[in-house]
């Protein structure tokens, strides 16, 4: 509901500055309306330092836009001022931290107590996925051991109710060790309770502090675990998609934005099982011909010859036009050795098997 309270300032403040008065009826409501209000939002903030953009707007407009549906239901309006509105939220680029950036926040150490307080908050949500409201009303209830003495963390989250169940990490435990005393008693284990203002200020400075350019923020730390602590380390979408919470897998995948990191990695794989499947087979030297053949081909007359002496150069070392001119023969020698056999040749013509006898026959194989 807060959201909608601020939605509803903005439209206070709209009304007044539009019409000169503190109300509007709600049938009076049209496209021209809509339109003006979207325009005051974007260049009339409530909050001088915090401009309202993108997402945001779009926001405020949706929220208008299910009250005035509302109204419609109701009977309160007979048109519908949203019917030509088409603005769509745009689908932000978040980049997770890597696991470089993420050992940069963890050997970082500060001597002010309430960062290394977020400092720690923001790793366990990165080890986790919890968002930072599932982090603070997290208690001793949501722990347990499986059978095998793995710590499990059971939570539904505060935003979905959707259930998050997480097998904890080595890292996570060892932050949650520095708040939990081990009871048994339903208490939160994370304490105190600080407001989103100081825990940006405080991100705010241990991004500037670790010299990292990307934001941060519980959101990223969220994106952080599906993507550099669990995706990237094989672990399967569907999983993730259940630790995290989330109701539609489709909302996983925005996570699991293939990135160019990612893309280097599969292709460095490909490469290299390329490299492994030439070796010894398919292979090609200097002149073209692949060792396969060189093998076929070490038993074969013209081998025998040149080892004998009576051929001046092997096949494989010759080329251009004097590699051209030795198939044309070896195709008359072979040729002929068929025939005197009473063997047909047999060749791929316009797409068929043929067989060409010595009286210049040629048949189609069936």
């Known amino acids: 509901m807060k959201n909608y309270y601020t939605t509803l300032a903005y439209l206070e403040r709209f009304i007044i500055a539009r019409f000169t008065k503190k109300d509007f009826p709600l049938d009076k409501l049209d496209y021209a309306f809509i339109e003006q209000f ?13 401009r309202c953009e993108g997402n945001g707007v779009y926001k405020h407009m949706e929220r208008l836009c299910k009250v005035v549906g509302l109204g419609r239901r109701l009977k309160r309006m007979n048109t519908n001022p949203f019917m030509d509105y088409r603005k769509h939220p745009t689908k932000p680029q978040r980049k997770a931290l890597d696991i470089k950036e993420l050992g940069k926040i963890e050997s ?7 960062i290394a307080y977020i400092q720690d ?35 539904y989250r505060e935003k979905s109710s959707e259930l998050s169940l997480v097998p904890l990490l080595t890292d996570a435990i060892n932050i ?25 200020r405080n991100l705010k400075i241990l991004r500037a502090t670790c ?58 794989l490909v490469q290299d099982r390329l490299d492994k ?8 030297d200097k002149e073209g011909v692949s060792k396969q053949e ?5 038993d074969t007359p013209d081998e025998e010859l040149l080892k004998k002496g009576q051929m001046e150069k092997s096949p494989f070392d010759m080329h251009g036009e004097e590699l051209k001119a030795w198939k044309i023969n070896s195709d008359k020698e072979i040729r002929k050795y068929l025939f005197s056999i009473k063997q047909p040749l047999v060749y791929y013509k316009d797409g068929r098997i043929v067989a060409e006898y010595e009286d210049g026959t040629i048949k189609e194989v069936d």
């Open 38 to 50: 979207e325009y005051f939002i974007r260049n009339t903030p409530i909050k001088s330092h915090d």
């Open 277 to 284: 499947s030439r070796k010894g087979i398919g292979a090609k």
């Open 211 to 268: 010299g990292i350019s990307k934001e941060i923020t519980f959101h990223i730390a969220r994106h952080t675990f599906a993507t550099t602590v669990t995706l990237k380390n094989g672990v399967p979408i569907e999983t993730v998609s259940k630790m995290l919470g989330h109701t539609k897998l489709s909302t996983t995948q925005i996570y699991a934005k293939v990135d160019e990191e990612k893309i280097a990695e599969n292709m460095a």
């Open 176 to 200: 949650l060790n520095r708040y939990w005393n081990g009871n048994s008693m339903p208490e939160r284990i994370i304490s105190p309770y600080v407001s989103n203002q100081e825990v940006n």
């Open 108 to 114: 970082q150490e500060f001597t002010d107590s309430q």
């Open 294 to 298: 060189k093998r076929n081909y070490e």
């Open 121 to 155: 908050l923001f790793l366990f949500s990165c080890y986790t996925g919890l968002a930072y409201a599932d982090i603070t009303t997290l208690k001793t209830s949501n722990l347990y051991r499986s059978n095998d003495g793995k710590l499990w963390l059971d939570k």
